[in-house]
């Protein structure tokens, strides 16, 4: 198989990076230059036509694109650890999670960086900052409502380190990064992440 990867910060192969390192895996990869276009060339549009990173592909040259879809593959291949969660209430929870943090979260901090940020000004035409800035506002409320989940639990979706964690861990820190951190007073999000970012995995 064969891994295309970038660098950080960009969060979506950030997330199958931590994954494979919870789970020991090790992929050939191939990385390519989001800031240089390598992703838009006709080379990995060959791989993937909608031009993003990561993709997967496998050893009979299909090819598999999204992140999550990625590491579900790399699961199903791979079973222990579970990071999916176990059992059907189990695999519901972290599914819930993963699509809240996506749903609620990602959306708005991607229209934060698409309609704000100066890196992406030179792709996104036109920018809508005023549209972005409220986008700002809605991330913000989202990371309360993320905040107040975790008050009673160490990891997202329950007792076990998962896929859930992984996508927000990455989401986070890419908030972070476009300037949009997490408020200084949200004490459970801010233990979650210290305890997410000291695993190994994290460095990834």
């Given at each position: 198989m064969l891994f295309y990867d970038a660098v950080n910060p960009a969060p979506n192969?950030?997330?199958v990076r931590i994954f494979m390192?919870?789970?020991?895996?090790?992929?050939?990869?191939?990385?390519?230059s989001i800031p240089e276009g390598e992703h838009k060339g006709e080379e990995f549009l060959a791989v993937n036509p909608l031009g993003q990173i990561p993709a997967l592909e496998l050893d009979d040259g299909e090819v598999i694109t999204e992140s999550v879809s990625i590491c579900r593959f790399l699961e199903a291949l791979n079973p222990d650890p579970p990071m999916f969660g176990t059992g059907p209430k189990g695999i519901?929870?972290?599914?819930?999670?993963?699509?809240?943090?996506?749903?609620?979260?990602?959306?708005p901090v991607?229209?934060?960086?698409?309609?704000?940020?100066?890196?992406?000004?030179?792709?996104?035409?036109p920018q809508f900052p005023d549209f972005g800035e409220t986008q700002r506002k809605r991330a913000l409320v989202v990371m309360r409502e993320f905040d107040t989940a975790l008050?009673?639990?160490q990891w997202l979706a329950g007792k076990n380190f998962s896929i859930a964690d992984i996508v927000l861990l990455?989401?986070?820190?890419?908030?972070?990064?476009?300037?949009?951190?997490?408020?200084?007073?949200?004490?459970?999000?801010k233990a979650w992440?210290?305890?997410?970012?000291a695993r190994p995995s994290a460095a990834a």
């Open positions: 192969p950030r997330r390192a919870e789970k020991g895996l090790k992929i050939t990869t191939k990385v390519l519901a929870d972290v599914d819930m999670w993963v699509r809240r943090v996506e749903m609620r979260l990602m959306i991607g229209m934060v960086w698409m309609h704000t940020h100066p890196f992406t000004a030179r792709v996104v035409k008050t009673d639990r990455t989401t986070i820190d890419f908030s972070t990064w476009i300037g949009l951190p997490m408020p200084d007073d949200l004490t459970a999000l992440h210290d305890r997410a970012t």
